[in-house]
């Protein structure tokens, strides 16, 4: 089934369009979630109500991106409301994010999701936003509320934080 008919098929409210729908982004949107809000629980109620949206918000998708790229904005945007009134972003040395953040090896992705996972929420959520899904600052500070220059200082202080985790849980120094 192309992409098209699923998008019809769901706004026709077809169970079983909707059903494959679900279970094509499910994984993806739920390890969304999970990334940005750092709890199962969370990213469970994210996943809900975002497919709920989704389902309820189709008929107003313009095929203009891809469905996945359109069902991951409602993921993100459900996500940063769960915790947007509780995340601090500290003000940070802006000049330092100019500077590059160099990894001397390759390390395990469950590390790295482990490592992630401890990080403060701002820290966590830019580079979530930046680093895996790929946005640029200016729409990381739109969807945050915050300035482009909070957006850089986060990516940067939070990978340096994010480094020193690795290496203590790797058991290796920085």
Same mark, same amino acid.
């Given at each position: 089934m192309?992409?098209? =008919?699923?998008?019809?098929?769901?706004?026709?409210?077809?169970?079983?369009?909707?059903?494959? &729908?679900? =279970? !094509?982004?499910?994984?993806?949107?739920?390890?969304?979630?999970? @990334?940005l809000c750092?709890?199962?629980s969370?990213?469970? *109620?994210?996943?809900?109500?975002?497919?709920?949206e989704?389902?309820?918000?189709?008929?107003?998708?313009?095929?203009k991106?891809?469905?996945?790229?359109?069902?991951?904005?409602?993921?993100? @945007?459900?996500?940063?409301?769960?915790? @947007?009134? @509780?995340?601090?972003? *500290?003000? $940070?040395?802006?000049k330092?994010?100019?500077?590059?953040?160099?990894? *001397?090896?390759?390390?395990?992705? =469950? &590390?790295?999701?482990?490592?992630?996972l401890m $990080?403060?929420?701002g820290?966590r959520?830019?580079?979530?936003?930046? =680093?895996?899904?790929?946005?640029?600052?200016?729409?990381?500070?739109?969807? &945050?509320?915050?300035?482009?220059?909070?957006?850089?200082?986060?990516?940067?202080?939070?990978?340096?934080? $994010?480094?020193? $985790?690795? &290496? !203590?849980? *790797?058991?290796?120094?920085?």
């Amino acid at each position: 089934m192309t992409e098209a =008919e699923l998008v019809k098929g769901c706004i026709s409210k077809n169970r079983e369009c909707q059903k494959l &729908l679900y =279970e !094509k982004y499910k994984t993806a949107m739920f390890t969304l979630a999970y @990334r940005l809000c750092g709890d199962f629980s969370e990213a469970e *109620d994210v996943l809900q109500e975002a497919f709920l949206e989704v389902f309820s918000g189709i008929k107003n998708f313009q095929m203009k991106s891809t469905l996945g790229a359109w069902i991951k904005v409602i993921v993100s @945007r459900k996500a940063i409301g769960k915790y @947007r009134n @509780r995340v601090i972003f *500290d003000h $940070l040395d802006s000049k330092a994010a100019e500077r590059e953040i160099v990894w *001397d090896k390759q390390y395990d992705g =469950e &590390l790295l999701q482990k490592a992630l996972l401890m $990080l403060p929420e701002g820290f966590r959520t830019v580079i979530v936003l930046y =680093e895996i899904e790929g946005y640029k600052h200016h729409e990381i500070s739109e969807m &945050l509320g915050i300035a482009v220059g909070t957006s850089k200082s986060q990516l940067y202080h939070g990978k340096k934080k $994010l480094k020193e $985790l690795v &290496l !203590k849980l *790797d058991g290796t120094q920085g």
